[in-house]
């Protein structure tokens, strides 16, 4: 079974199950889909729909304090930077372990150094809420164990019969053996695919083409006026004189500096993007390629969750996620580490390329060749670029994922109604995509996610 276009153009080519899909649409209401952070201790932080932060009682002589931010429809990174402006501190000053969805009820922990932590008594926005707040450490991105999904999937289509069959046929595949862990659209951009290519410029310092992409690429999906205005400004680069909704805050920025005859433009992006951004675009393109790695070992026809001699394999911790402790396989640990990975102690994992990689015993090492020449890369391109930070190294993700806690029910809202929907409850490990395992369900178009 075939992956959607949109898919394939960011390295998706497959299936785990091969079952009809029941279609639907995630997210048609707000509330349809939360995401609960679970915190490093394994708590889930739940929703309370209310701010109530007690700053009367909170201890002053402290730094960095710790909070839960729930957030209803709203951008994670537009909120931080709105509540980095309200405090008068740098953006760098919020921390938080990972980005949520926008179009949903997301909780998760921040932390604030710096600033007049009383001054948040007074910042309202509709959608937020805060509450919860301590003293605290700041807090890191990857600083979470993972998230808790409730989510309701809509217009499914089929009869009833074949939806529950089809339900209960793709559950039981799912939870008898695992799911490949691609990253999902929403590291792409859902609505525009982007970001995968421009951290492929990026990584080259070709700060043009990041920009050109960024402004004037066109996708079907986009309103039409929006279309025409990229349309245009693709034909007249760079020379810009149309401007954007005011909704399109970063377009029309670039256009604005665009406008000036001394613009540079590595000074441009840079004066736009927080060193953040550049990490998020450079990001992508590691998932670009990880994605690409992940899709040739399943046309290998290569076993998943067998390792083979130059595979790399991480020891689980207590709550079975991988820990830093990372063997290349070889063959004098190759029985225990099958072991180890029979009883749930350990994963397989791929590399998310860095410039201390060596691959040339790994047993994709001719595709990761053809893969570089394709793109045009090498790994020194992750320890060379002008933007002085940037000194990546290698790290590991797991290629296989499997939900807990997981259950799945069609449901329907009155006795009266017709309008059956499906509803999920289930948690994955921090950088596993709940859409990864949704799309096994609706086999649709990923504008549907």
């Given at each position: 079974?075939?992956?959607?276009?949109?898919?394939?153009?960011?390295?998706?080519?497959?299936?785990?199950?091969?079952?009809?899909?029941?279609?639907?649409?995630?997210?048609?209401?707000?509330e349809?889909?939360?995401?609960?952070?679970?915190?490093?201790?394994?708590?889930?932080?739940?929703?309370?729909?209310?701010?109530?932060?007690?700053?009367?009682?909170?201890?002053?002589?402290?730094?960095?304090?710790?909070?839960?931010?729930?957030?209803?429809?709203?951008?994670?990174?537009?909120?931080?930077?709105?509540?980095?402006?309200?405090?008068?501190?740098?953006?760098?000053?919020?921390?938080?372990?990972?980005?949520?969805?926008?179009?949903?009820?997301?909780?998760?922990?921040?932390?604030?150094?710096?600033?007049?932590?009383?001054?948040?008594?007074?910042?309202?926005?509709?959608?937020?809420?805060?509450?919860?707040?301590?003293p605290?450490?700041?807090?890191?991105?990857?600083?979470?164990?993972?998230?808790?999904?409730?989510?309701?999937?809509?217009?499914?289509?089929?009869?009833?019969?074949?939806?529950?069959?089809?339900?209960?046929?793709?559950?039981?595949?799912?939870?008898?053996?695992?799911?490949?862990?691609?990253?999902?659209?929403?590291?792409?951009?859902?609505?525009?695919?982007?970001?995968h290519?421009?951290?492929?410029?990026?990584?080259?310092?070709?700060?043009?083409?990041?920009?050109?992409?960024?402004?004037?690429?066109?996708?079907?999906?986009?309103?039409?006026?929006?279309?025409?205005i990229?349309?245009?400004?693709?034909?007249?680069?760079?020379?810009?004189?149309?401007?954007?909704?005011?909704?399109?805050?970063?377009?029309?920025?670039?256009?604005?500096?665009?406008?000036?005859?001394?613009?540079?433009?590595?000074?441009?992006?840079?004066?736009?993007?927080?060193?953040?951004?550049?990490?998020?675009?450079?990001h992508?393109?590691?998932?670009?390629?990880?994605?690409?790695?992940?899709?040739?070992?399943?046309?290998?026809?290569?076993?998943?969750?067998?390792?083979?001699?130059?595979?790399?394999?991480?020891?689980?911790?207590?709550?079975?996620?991988?820990?830093?402790?990372?063997?290349?396989?070889?063959?004098?640990?190759?029985?225990?580490?099958?072991?180890?990975?029979?009883?749930g102690?350990?994963?397989?994992?791929?590399?998310?390329?860095?410039?201390?990689?060596?691959?040339?015993?790994?047993?994709?090492?001719?595709?990761?060749?053809?893969?570089?020449?394709?793109?045009?890369?090498?790994?020194?391109?992750?320890?060379?670029?002008?933007?002085?930070?940037l000194?990546?190294?290698?790290?590991?993700?797991?290629?296989l994922?499997?939900?807990?806690?997981?259950?799945?029910s069609l449901?329907?809202?009155s006795?009266?109604?017709?309008?059956?929907?499906?509803?999920?409850?289930f948690?994955?490990?921090?950088?596993?995509?709940?859409?990864?395992?949704?799309?096994?369900?609706?086999?649709?178009?990923?504008?549907?996610?």
């Amino acid at each position: 079974m075939e992956a959607h276009r949109i898919e394939k153009e960011i390295g998706i080519k497959t299936f785990l199950t091969h079952i009809p899909g029941i279609g639907g649409k995630l997210r048609t209401k707000i509330e349809d889909f939360i995401v609960e952070e679970i915190a490093p201790d394994g708590n889930v932080l739940k929703k309370l729909d209310k701010t109530d932060l007690n700053l009367a009682n909170l201890p002053r002589n402290h730094y960095t304090y710790t909070l839960i931010l729930e957030k209803h429809n709203l951008e994670t990174m537009a909120l931080i930077h709105q509540l980095a402006a309200y405090l008068q501190i740098p953006f760098k000053n919020i921390g938080f372990a990972g980005l949520k969805d926008k179009r949903a009820i997301t909780v998760q922990q921040i932390s604030i150094s710096g600033g007049d932590i009383q001054n948040l008594i007074n910042f309202h926005k509709k959608g937020m809420y805060l509450n919860r707040i301590q003293p605290g450490k700041h807090i890191k991105l990857g600083g979470l164990n993972g998230n808790h999904f409730e989510i309701i999937l809509r217009q499914i289509s089929g009869s009833i019969d074949e939806i529950q069959k089809n339900i209960k046929n793709v559950a039981h595949q799912i939870l008898t053996s695992q799911l490949p862990n691609y990253y999902g659209p929403q590291r792409f951009g859902a609505l525009r695919p982007i970001s995968h290519r421009m951290g492929r410029a990026l990584l080259s310092d070709d700060f043009e083409t990041a920009l050109k992409i960024y402004l004037t690429e066109v996708f079907p999906q986009e309103d039409k006026e929006i279309q025409e205005i990229r349309t245009t400004l693709k034909d007249s680069w760079p020379h810009c004189n149309l401007i954007f909704p005011k909704s399109h805050f970063y377009e029309n920025k670039i256009i604005h500096y665009l406008k000036n005859k001394d613009f540079k433009f590595e000074k441009i992006f840079k004066k736009i993007f927080p060193f953040r951004f550049f990490l998020l675009f450079i990001h992508a393109y590691q998932s670009y390629l990880f994605n690409n790695l992940l899709n040739a070992r399943i046309a290998a026809n290569l076993s998943l969750d067998q390792p083979l001699e130059g595979d790399f394999v991480a020891i689980l911790d207590q709550y079975s996620l991988p820990t830093r402790v990372i063997y290349e396989v070889k063959s004098n640990n190759i029985s225990s580490l099958k072991e180890a990975i029979s009883k749930g102690k350990a994963l397989i994992m791929a590399p998310l390329f860095g410039y201390d990689l060596n691959f040339s015993r790994h047993p994709l090492a001719d595709y990761i060749t053809r893969l570089f020449n394709e793109e045009k890369i090498d790994l020194s391109l992750f320890n060379t670029s002008s933007n002085k930070k940037l000194h990546l190294k290698v790290t590991y993700r797991p290629i296989l994922f499997k939900p807990k806690d997981f259950s799945v029910s069609l449901e329907k809202p009155s006795k009266d109604s017709q309008d059956y929907y499906v509803e999920f409850n289930f948690s994955l490990n921090k950088g596993c995509y709940a859409t990864i395992l949704l799309r096994e369900f609706m086999k649709t178009s990923p504008l549907n996610y």
